[in-house]
Every structure is written in C-alpha cells, then in structure tokens.
DNA sequence: CCCATTGGTCTGGTGAATGAACCTTCATCT
DNA sequence: AGATGAAGGTTCATTCACCAGACCAATGGG
C-alpha cells in the first residue's frame, strides 16, 4: 500500500487485513460489491466518492484479490467490479461489523435487515440462521431489506433507488439489472 | 468526527460503524485494549503511531464510548484506557477480520492463535468453541498465544515481550502488570 | 536542585483526499 | 458527417490529516 496506509511493525493478522481494506472507503466498497453494485459509475454515485480515489481504491482491492474486473461488453470495453472468493469470506467481519454499528453507532438501529433466503428468517449477531442453525449463512443465501422501522431512503442514485425494495445480495444491481423505471 | 473522516451520505450502519472504529489505527488501539494494553506509553510504543494522533484516537474512542478512562493514581493524576461494554462487543468483528487476514493478508498464517480460556481448544473462524458449542466465547474467555508455525517477535518494546507467552485477553499487560523481567 | 517518568501539546513538512474540469472510446441520433 | 451522450477514467489545485520530533507540565527520587 501506498506510503502512510500500512503498519509494517505490527505482527498481526489483523493489521495486515486493515492494510487491504482498511483505507478510507474500502470496506463500504466490499460492502456495496456484495449488495451487487458492479460498475464503476454506480459505485461513484452511491458512495459518493472522488472519483480518482474510486479508482485508486477499486485497483488496490482487485490487486489485493478481494475483486476482480470482468467484461460485460465490447466496444468500448467496460468491466464491472465483482467478489472473488477472498472478497466473499469478508462477508463474516462485514456483517458483524454493521451488525456493531446498527446496536451502538446508530440512532434507530440498523438501516437494513438481513435474512436466510431459503426459509427467510432473519440472521442473528454473527451471521446464523436461527432457524436452520449450522454455520454462518453465505452471502448467496442472505437477502437484504429496508429496516421498516426507519423512515425510507433520501437518496436519488439508481443503487438506493434499487434497495427500497428487498434484494439478495451479489445479484447485479442498478445499471447492471433491468433498466425498469 | 473530523471532517473527512465520516461517511454522511451513507445510509448504513457499516458506515456509522467505520465513523467510530474505521480511521487509519483506531481498530488497532482497540485491538492492543482486548489484549490488555492500557497505559498511554504502552500503546504509544506498540504501535509506533504519532503521539498527536494517539492522543486523537484515544480522545475520539473514549467520545464514542468505545473506550473509558480508568484512574489507576493520583499525584500526579494518571489513567489507563479500558474497553467499555460496547467496545467489547468488537471482539467478534474484530476477531473475524483478523482471522479473515491470517487467511488471505498473511503470508505464512496467522501471528497468534486464540483459545477458548476454559477447555483449551482453539476458536474457530467465528469464535467458537469447538469443543464446547454454543455461541461465540466472549474475549474475557479467551487466552492468545503466539503462532509456533512462526518465527518469535522480534520486537522489543513491553507489550511484544508480553505477548510472547501465553496471555488472556483483557488482563493488563506490560506496564500495567507485575515488572517482573 | 537535577533528573526521570508519564502523558501529553505544538510545529513544520509531506502525502493523501477532495471536487471540478478534462479526456477517450464508441453508439446513436439527425 | 457531425453532434450528442454514456462509461470510465486522468489531471489539477486546494485542503486536510498524518508524521516525526521538539517542547511542556506535574510529580517523585537521589
């Protein structure tokens, strides 16, 4: 990482993760790339992000193995920014994390809640379907919703336009899914 | 928290959450507080971090109610930083993001290995016990020890030479502990 | 009195983040 | 053909946070 993002003395696992996504928007990057936010624009518009740090940002984490470009079209070439494996396994911390800051970061508890696809149960504290027990449910079986206690999205750009309503995380999302308006 | 450091637009708790716990070394001071660091200079040394900027973190996280000061003696007044009930509950995401890092940022594993404090078994990846079940053993249960697949710390300050050994989470450490050499 | 310890604050320099403007490729409209 | 617009960037000046190191304040010990 660039000069000033890294902990060289420290011997820990967990600084060696906060040198690849513990910059300054990344981890809401990983975040919207599991909600299925794809493209460069839609990642601009929904985080509203400099758009030389974006860039920055998405090269680091592709390099890093957390994401991978893939072309959706010729001419012009364009790619879309997806998950590779290591990226989906930062699924655990991500959602613990939000899960922390929905109890004590937030007025009004967590803006969306997160649910076991097969039998729609939502997951508890660390990512278990209390229903189905076992493991950790994968991301390709949560689906995401708007939490009905708080008072819908403000926000104009197509990604929260496309998240008043229910949706299962890594499915493309805004430019990427149907154009319906 | 200062400006450039929040994340306004984003209407999520990961957002709310990496306002608190997501600028550069805030995750590692609470990280050295789980490992029983308390004192000012102990983390100053560990770290390697500006003293301008500790004193910044220390103040914000103390401010977020992530951290609180303890008074351990008067003349002169001097307190240590001591985790509160809701910088507790970062042990699981901080756990799953180190455990994330061992697996993908490191070459060679991880640096330290966590124990459930009671049976002697290794956590697994969501911070359980294997051995004893239920639902994720809380830090104030949990022994760290260094990694043997990896060469010993070769770092001198008090903390580094205190975690060579086997160490409970939250136990003071260094300073803060007997002054035995 | 001088010095060490602890926990800071202050200052000047540097690199990173920011917002705005600009660029390139190509498809489509007229 | 030329204008227009979308997508995905790059370049630039300014601002801000990070950094290292010097300095400061309260107290206790030799």
Redesign the interface.
Known sequence: MALG?D?E??????????????E?WS??IV?DAFYGVQRFNDFLAH??IPRAVLTSRLNALVA??VLRKEPYQRAPLRHGYLLTG?GL??W???Y???????????DGG???LFAHADCGTDLD???VCPACGG??VPPTAVVMRPNPARAG?H?EDPV?RALVRPHPLLEPIASAASPTG
Do not use: I, K
């Open positions: 993002t902990y003395l420290q011997e820990c696992a967990l600084a060696r993760a906060l040198e690849v996504v513990g300054r981890l809401l975040r985080l509203g890093a193995g290591t396994e930062l655990g911390p991500l613990q994390l939000s899960r922390w800051g929905g109890r004590h970061a937030t967590s803006y969306h504290l660390v990512g493991g950790p999205s926000r929260s």
